[in-house]
DNA sequence: CTAGAACCTCCCCCTGCGGCCGGTTCAACC
DNA sequence: GGTTGAACCGGCCGCAGGGGGAGGTTCTAG
């Protein structure tokens, strides 16, 4: 039983496969793109691995319980002058990678569990309005920094959530006032418009603090994505943008 | 300029793309596989996206920068009945997948890491040792839970890399000496192979610090990974497994 | 000798698009 | 009204890492 045939055994792909613990179709995969190739055929063409083989294979294997790429499996079992240092750098460079794909997930993780805690704590009945809430939360997070938006939110809890709905509705009445002189082209440097500009400013700045950067990120948000953020408001986004430019153009001339 | 058309505006695939962010070939796939097709089209064929068209592509971008799939998205924003419940399981789903995979990915990290203070630490020069070095990791892995693969890696630390070796030429002496038997078939109980084994199993123990689990990972290991263990070793994965087969009858006898 | 398991090669499928091809169509300018 | 360059159309191939199946041979145990 023990020293036997010193040609060494042979497996077939299933056996192989059951060894190994991978499956046929891998192999059959691996042997296709080049990985690992059956060392022997029959004369009828069915695979023969032999001992090198798998070897190769428990390689294979471990280099892939690594989370290399089978490209990279193979660049490194097939450059004989696999110095250490190419595998050190190429580890270096897989570990790298992987940081970068765990920010990625933790940054999805944070999105998500901020959302749960939307949906749990207070009122969001309306899926709707959930939606539209998500569309701004993705918009914010393109325009605001990690902190701004701590800040923002801190802030918003500060204040309350009654100071915030009178914020709003104080905001739509200047909103509507606004529009009344858009329509009737009242000049920009008249004292009522600049008055309610002024007014306007100062809701603003209950939010972001007078943190400047804040509030151009605010501004460069609604530049960029005035329609999304006007839905949900009783007016269309073309009004709102033409509002803007109007507000704009009183701040200027103030 | 404001307040105009109330038939509302009409963007073609480009100026959607440009404006929302995403490419061409994006918004054309999402009207291939049905997610987001376009309101109407010309009577050329050019797609016409309306202002319908433009919510649904930021709620889609909204969801898409959860991580959801185009297919969940699909069924988020089609299922008009989207109950917040719904919702809140759909990402509570998705956390926990993000989580399993933040999981994979720490794992992978620790065994690179672990690899890469090898490699940086002491002598690892020769590109073949480390390759079985990793083979024999990824088996150990797939035995060991990680406490007992710390608990070993302790053990050893504490025994010194001095003692390790001199474990290691005693165990081979060990095995050349129960080889010799092997070929006599000397009987299992002999005293002098069950001396042997006594020794060979103190040397385990002087690891595994008595931890039957432990032994017993081991041995399994040994049985199902004998070929790729013994690489490295001047015997044939034969005779080692012809061995440990005798071992484990004398342990029986014994 | 025969049955059934195992094996073979093709081939299409999945995600989420990128990119190219050959052929319309649009929009602006002359 | 004509021209021209940009935009647009559908269709197809490609990627990573295999899954799964069709349809046809071959191996192997009884």
Redesign the interface.
Known sequence: ????DRAGRRWSIGELAEASGVTVRTLRHYDEIGLLRAGERTASGHRRYT?RD??RL??V???R???LSLDEVAGVLDDSG???EA??AL??A??RD??E??GQ??L??D???G??RR??GRS??D?DQ??TT??M??VF?AYFTPEQRERLAERRAELGSEAVDAARTEWAGLVEELLGH??ADTPVDDPRVRDLVRRWDTIGAAFHAGDERTAGAARRMWRDHG??LA?GLPW?A??LN??VAYVDRVRRAG
Chains 1, 2 share one sequence.
Do not use: C, N, T, W
């Open positions: 039983m023990i020293g036997k001992e798998l070897r428990y390689r294997r471990a280099l319980a690594l989370g696999d110095e250490p595998m050190r580890l270096a897989q570990l992987l940081e794909r765990a997930i933790a999805l993780m999105r998500i569990q959302l749960l949906l749990d969001m009945p899926p959930f939606m998500l569309e939360i993705s997070e858009v329509r329609p999304e839905r269309s073309d009004l033409g509002l």
